[in-house]
């Protein structure tokens, strides 16, 4: 079975600081996709990143960066010098490559920064 | 704005009731997506359509139903609503529906059943 457990269900931090969100996931797939999105307070969700299982680059976007690790499934994102507008809740997902179409989302988390 | 329309963007109605949401595709893109976002279930994929076609479908209640019309626009209907069908309804669309492709979603129609 598909899962995706972000443990971290809220997270404060002081504007500027470096801040960590976790994913862990579990598949019996060889392929698959993992992605990010950001919701903020006016409610729509935003694409951030979709990485290939076969990809285990880190990426780093301006100052978000994600860590790919499948020896511990985990795909972690990390925003450097965080703001105020960074504000929302972080959702990670998981998707199969093919077959049935599974497209798992994290129950998300709450990043709050603080000014 | 990603180029995704929903509308209305929100709607009251009582149990037992039938609602329509509307999704406008953006431009060029031939996938249409629908997610329910509730506090009970998180965020849960329902159903695509491509050109038209069912192509995938997640979990989606039977009281639920979905389609694309020739001018690529999607409906969602709920059908003999519930409590708990009180969520926020995403659509996203790609433009060819492949997995690897990215989803743009709407603003989503908030759908409250009293």
């Known amino acids: 079975a598909q899962k995706v457990t972000q443990a971290q269900t809220e997270i404060s931090v002081v504007e500027k600081e470096d801040v960590t969100l976790d994913c862990v996931y579990e598949?019996?797939?060889?392929?698959?996709?993992l992605f990010w999105y950001k919701q903020p307070p006016s409610g729509e969700l935003v694409f951030l990143i979709r990485r290939n299982s076969f990809d285990e680059q880190n990426e780093i976007s301006g100052r978000y960066s994600w860590n790919f690790q499948k020896s511990t499934s985990s795909f972690n994102f990390t925003i450097t010098a965080s703001q105020v507008v960074d504000s929302a809740v972080y959702f990670c997902?998981?998707?199969?490559?093919?077959?049935?179409?599974?497209?798992?989302f994290g129950t998300g988390t709450r990043l709050k920064v603080l000014a | 704005d990603s180029g995704v329309t929903q509308t209305p963007k929100h709607l009251i109605t009582a149990t037992g009731q039938r609602v329509t949401l509307r999704c406008s595709p953006r431009s060029g893109d031939l996938s249409v997506y629908w997610y329910q976002q509730s506090l009970d279930q998180g965020l849960q994929f329902l159903i695509q359509y491509y050109n038209g076609e069912e192509r995938a479908k997640g979990n989606i209640l039977e009281r639920f139903s979905a389609q694309q019309f020739p001018d690529l626009h999607s409906e969602l209907n709920l059908s003999s609503l519930e409590l708990g069908d009180s969520a926020l309804y995403f659509c996203a669309s790609s433009v060819g529906g492949t997995r690897e492709e990215t989803q743009y979603f709407g603003p989503g129609t908030r759908l409250l059943v009293l």
């Open positions: 598949t019996r797939d060889t392929t698959y996709y």
């Open positions: 997902a998981l998707s199969k490559t093919s077959g049935t179409y599974k497209y798992i």
